[in-house]
């Protein structure tokens, strides 16, 4: 039985991205909705740290991401998008990938714990990813190429592997693996347990560092812990360390976040963490 589609406040939706004009299922809609969603709406995993855990139910993900202005991870990202899409008229499934981004070649397989979108448009199939953090692809990519496909930001490709395709970006020279993409619809009852385990499990980064993205199309702003990094689209990057004060006002002034006054445990903890990890190895 296929799901039924939750009603999603559309005008509210495109207040919180900026997002003016008629809207109608076409590709140059679904480009744009994708650019401003991802340069509106944080990916961030704040809710975690903070032991509130994550509820994907349409309402709470709604009042969270829309009514509050805060961001989310994946299946708050593109089970909201799935909705949007869905009530401006397009044909949209969903998915599950298993992430291998930064994972060594002979890394063991991890669980499908990331949620994307397969969205039809006049008969063609596009992936279309608004949760995938820093690297998301900011535009729809065709599923059925496996040629190189540009975007404002990096170059994808989509390459078949057992069972279904490896979404790759280009990073200089190399192809670089961001996660393997099954092509199996998913309902929205799927997604309960690797959301669970993704917001609850000791192996999971997103409970012991802090991640935050947001992409302009000047910009992909990053922070991992108290480290925050910005690259340009022409590929020009700068890091640095923010102390908890710095830590703050960037969650506020560049991602756009309503601080909360109990947040700042979790900022400290950050910028603790980034500290540790900036140290040399003592000696044995």
């Not at 991401?65 to 899409?85: D, Q, S």
């Amino acid at each position: 039985m296929p799901d039924q589609p939750e009603a999603v406040d559309l005008g509210a939706y495109c207040a919180r991205i900026g997002r003016v004009g008629a809207l109608a299922p076409t590709l140059e809609t679904l480009r744009t909705l994708q650019a401003q969603h991802l340069a509106a709406i944080p990916f961030e995993n704040l809710d975690i740290l903070l032991g509130r855990g994550i509820d994907i139910s349409p309402q709470a993900v709604d009042a969270k991401l829309i009514a509050a202005r805060r961001g989310g991870y994946c299946f708050e990202h593109n089970g909201l998008f799935k909705r949007v899409l869905e009530a401006v008229g397009f044909r949209v499934e969903g998915l599950l990938a298993r992430v291998q981004w930064m994972a060594p070649p002979d890394a063991p397989p991890q669980p499908r714990t990331h949620m994307a979108l397969r969205v039809s448009v006049e008969g063609r199939p596009w992936l279309v990813d608004v949760g995938f953090g820093g690297n998301a692809p900011v535009a729809p990519l065709a599923l059925d190429s496996g040629a190189p496909q540009s975007t404002r930001h990096e170059t994808y490709r989509l390459q078949p592997v057992a069972g279904g395709l490896q979404l790759q970006a280009r990073l200089g020279e190399t192809w670089a693996a961001l996660y393997e993409l099954s092509p199996e619809p998913q309902l929205a009852v799927d997604y309960e347990l690797p959301n669970w385990y993704t917001a609850t499990h000791p192996s999971s980064h997103f409970r012991h560092q802090l991640s935050v993205a947001l992409t302009t199309p000047e910009a992909r702003y990053a922070l991992r812990n108290a480290r925050l990094t910005v690259r340009s689209s022409s590929g020009e990057e700068t890091r640095r360390r923010l102390d908890a004060s710095e830590l703050e006002a960037t969650l506020r002034d560049t991602f756009g976040l309503p601080v909360e006054t109990n947040w700042r445990g979790v900022l400290e903890r950050a910028v603790a963490a980034e500290r540790e990890a900036a140290l040399p190895p003592t000696a044995g």
